[in-house]
């Protein structure tokens, strides 16, 4: 009798234990379903766990946390899984609630006018990394996320009947509402906004509703136009922005607030001493124009058939048509009157690969060229200039 009831216990605890752990495994898994992935560290088992009984934009519950991109309570995951910092959406009331994830205190409210309940239909804006046409960007996004609230004080909300899915498509039924929390007004309407936009400094890229880009900044809450709604791009690259307007292209620089142009030839880089220009392609069998001209449009170098130009802080490379490097000064002079020859013709300025034609690294006023063997990945040879003087020290 003893040795069946122990037996018979044994069974019950069992069944008992194994409930338990596939519930605790779906709770966690639902709980990973909530969150988006990449803001999970797997390896480490740390994740974000929620009060499920008081959901629908109550406060997440902090155990452990992805430091990486997640750093503070107030986070809670919207209907597409992903974070929204220091926003909540009070169902009940229908309003979205905006706390200082620093601070722990309220910023501010917005009474959401869609009678649609959910946060697919009022909430904080969501973009994606830009994909487009000229190659000059530096996306601040691997994934599509949420805007910022921006200078503790401005939001970019959708408050519409139209869902579309992944909170995307913006259009003047769907528009963009730029909205300040501490006065508790509407600033502006926009149909779109650059991920790559200056949320720091309060200057954001934004589209009308007749499908121009503009540029514009806010300081005590008033909107103000930098760059007029009539380009058909406005992208951005070392602080500085470019825009497009009936193909010319314009650099616009906000420590200056200077706009130069126009420049026939698509601008290819930019940095605070120099800009570069291109047209044609030498792989192609077009003739190539990189052009090399200073940061407020003074030309420089502008020899037919330069393959390449690559800006390092206040010095330029350029590949001109015999594959050989020549080195520049901002004021357009040379460093050194040496050239350097290369071996292949593919280049880049971001990578640092052996199949290359040359690598560059510049570090205590030392530029270091490094020129790759025309048939095997390795480096042939290595040369090294002091960037103050000139000299070469290799």
Aim: glycine share 4%.
């Amino acid at each position: 009798m003893n040795k069946k009831f122990i037996g018979a216990v044994f069974v019950v605890i069992s069944l008992v234990m194994i409930v338990s752990g596939s519930y605790i495994y779906m709770n966690v898994d639902n709980v990973e379903n909530k969150i988006d992935n990449n803001l999970i560290d797997k390896n480490n088992n740390t994740i974000v766990s929620i009060d499920f009984e008081e959901a629908n934009g109550k406060v997440i519950k902090e155990e452990e946390v992805y430091r990486t991109d997640i750093e503070k309570k107030y986070d809670f995951p919207s209907d597409n899984n992903m974070i929204i910092p220091g926003v909540t959406y009070d169902e009940e009331n229908n309003k979205l609630i905006f706390v200082n994830t620093e601070t722990e205190e309220k910023i501010g409210e917005y009474t959401c006018q869609t009678t649609e309940k959910g946060n697919n239909y009022c909430n904080v804006v969501s973009v994606i990394p830009t994909t487009e046409k000229y190659n000059l960007e530096e996306s601040i996004l691997k994934s599509q996320q949420y805007t910022p609230i921006i200078d503790n004080r401005y939001v970019l909300l959708k408050d519409s009947t139209i869902f579309d899915g992944n909170g995307l498509s913006h259009s003047k039924e769907n528009p963009i509402i730029l909205y300040d929390l501490e006065q508790s007004k509407e600033l502006a309407r926009y149909t779109g906004i650059k991920d790559n936009s200056d949320y720091n400094n309060s200057i954001l890229i934004v589209k009308d509703n007749n499908n121009h880009w503009g540029l514009i900044s806010i300081k005590d809450g008033v909107v103000t136009t930098i760059l007029k709604f009539e380009y058909e791009y406005i992208g951005t690259l070392n602080g500085l922005y470019m825009a497009v307007k009936d193909n010319l292209y314009y650099i616009y620089n906000p420590k200056t607030t200077k706009l130069i142009g126009s420049f026939s030839n698509e601008i290819s880089s930019m940095n605070d001493y120099f800009i570069v220009t291109n047209q044609g392609s030498y792989k192609d069998n077009t003739e190539t124009n990189y052009r090399l001209y200073t940061s407020d449009g003074k030309k420089l170098i502008i020899n037919q058939g330069n393959r390449y130009i690559e800006l390092i802080d206040n010095i330029a490379l350029v590949v001109d048509s015999t594959n050989m490097i020549s080195i520049y000064k901002s004021d357009g002079s040379k460093l050194t009157e040496n050239t350097i020859p290369l071996y292949k013709d593919t280049y880049h300025s971001r990578e640092n690969t052996l199949s290359l034609a040359y690598n560059t690294t510049l570090e205590n006023d030392i530029l270091t060229i490094e020129v790759n063997d025309k048939d095997q990945d390795m480096v042939t040879k290595t040369y090294q200039y002091n960037i103050l003087t000139g000299e070469i020290v290799s």
